[in-house]
């Protein structure tokens, strides 16, 4: 069973994939015993346990003052010891590299980073929240898709689309001060819109919060809840960096660019026909583009599971068989299972199909170099899931 299966047992992981991710929030409430994931973590018994193991891991806090100005009235880096006497003063604590101090909490991260099929680009973290009872956060909106766990105590949550900025990439409180019409040219409310949810997290709730959305936050009581936030790379981000690497290739791009200051009128118009030149030569390349190979040069050049020293083999009397868009597995039981996928992973499952033996990762990456080893890596690890392939330990 998958961590998305336990958080949302009356969705499924299935669905949770194709009506909910990455665009409408969902809260499960249900027993904290179906998070087998979390199971025998005694760090997460308790609220003082949880910050002593902090503490003697030298895992810092992050404490919001108590006029909860958002980010400009904190105390950023603050040994555990020292939060938990603030904590009871009722201030909130924030501690952030959760699974630094908790080591299944890094497993969890990592399946559900694959899970969601985001980029090893992605910035994946895990978060727990202290809060006393009282105020938590005002409204505001993350650029962060956030899941989160409640595991000790009550918290109220009020959340609610945004209809006036859809997929920000920046972090907004109603309480900076004053917004900026530049980044945000359109009216901001500055009260929970009506329309809002209203939700209390109770021990074993769990609720996905998409990007944007507005929220704020009560406790209840005193709580903790252990939260997975995940970067959301646009499209944009994937377009400029291999258009950025592929550019500086030529010496003709890494020249320096200068004449945009200054009193020479000659250097200013040089910058210029140089930039036009440039600009055709590029508009001529970008024809030829092809989505696949940007997806996989970002990861190529983004993803890190180069080196790991991964070996496979067929699981018994497993037979692959393949036509233009789907791999056809055969098991020893007589079952069968149809795999959809795309033409360029179609050529790595083939090579795996007429392997009989152990095979490395990287033998896999060798074999069919035209997919990025963080590509390679995740259908290894879906093949694995499905029975198909076991790791060699
Ligand atoms: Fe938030």
């Known amino acids: 069973m998958s961590f ?134 005002g409204m505001h909106w993350d650029a962060n898709a956030n899941f989160v766990v409640q595991i000790l105590g009550k918290k109220k949550w009020r959340f609610a689309p945004n209809k006036s900025i859809k997929y920000p990439l920046r972090r907004y409180a109603v309480s900076m001060n004053g917004h900026d019409v530049s980044r945000w040219p359109v009216e901001l409310p500055k009260k929970m819109p009506q329309e809002s949810t209203n939700v209390i997290l109770k021990p074993g709730s769990a609720m996905y919060l998409p990007r944007g959305w507005w929220h704020d936050t009560e406790g209840v009581e005193p709580s903790l809840s252990l939260n997975f936030t995940f970067t959301q790379i646009p499209f944009s981000e994937i377009m400029a960096s291999v258009i950025r690497q592929r550019l500086n290739r030529h010496e003709q791009w890494r020249q320096l660019a200068f004449g945009m200051t200054g009193s020479h009128l000659n250097q200013r118009q040089k910058l210029e026909k140089t930039m036009n030149d440039l600009i055709q030569t590029f508009l001529g390349d970008i024809g030829t583009l092809k989505a696949s ?60 199909s007429k392997q009989n033996g152990e095979f490395m990762f990287k033998d896999v990456c060798d074999a069919t170099p035209h997919v990025s080893e963080p590509g390679v890596y995740r259908l290894l690890k879906k093949l694995e899931d499905a029975k198909i392939l076991v790791e060699v330990k």
């Open 293 to 352: 190979d940007l997806i996989n040069e970002f990861e190529r050049s983004h993803g890190s599971v180069a080196g790991q020293d991964f070996k496979f083999r067929k699981e018994k009397g497993v037979t692959i068989d393949l036509n233009r868009t789907k791999a056809m597995v055969r098991f020893s039981s007589g079952n069968e299972l149809a795999i959809d996928m795309s033409a360029e992973l179609l050529t790595t499952i083939s090579w795996i």
């Open 4 to 137: 998305l299966d336990e958080c949302f047992p009356k969705v499924g992981e299935e669905k949770f994939l194709k009506s909910y991710w990455p665009e409408r929030a969902v809260v499960n409430h249900g027993p904290m015993s179906r998070f087998l994931s979390l199971e025998n973590i005694p760090e997460l018994e308790d609220i003082e346990e949880f910050l002593k193991s902090c503490n003697r891991k030298g895992v810092n806090a992050q404490v919001d003052l108590p006029d909860k100005r958002d980010e400009h009235h904190r105390i950023e880096n603050l040994n555990a010891n020292d939060a938990l006497k603030l904590f009871n003063l009722g201030m909130n604590l924030r501690i952030a590299r959760v699974h630094d101090v908790i080591p299944s909490v890094r497993e969890i991260l990592r399946k559900l980073e694959h899970d969601l099929g985001l980029s090893e680009a992605t910035g994946a973290t895990s978060l727990v929240y202290i809060s006393p009872k009282g105020k938590a956060a």
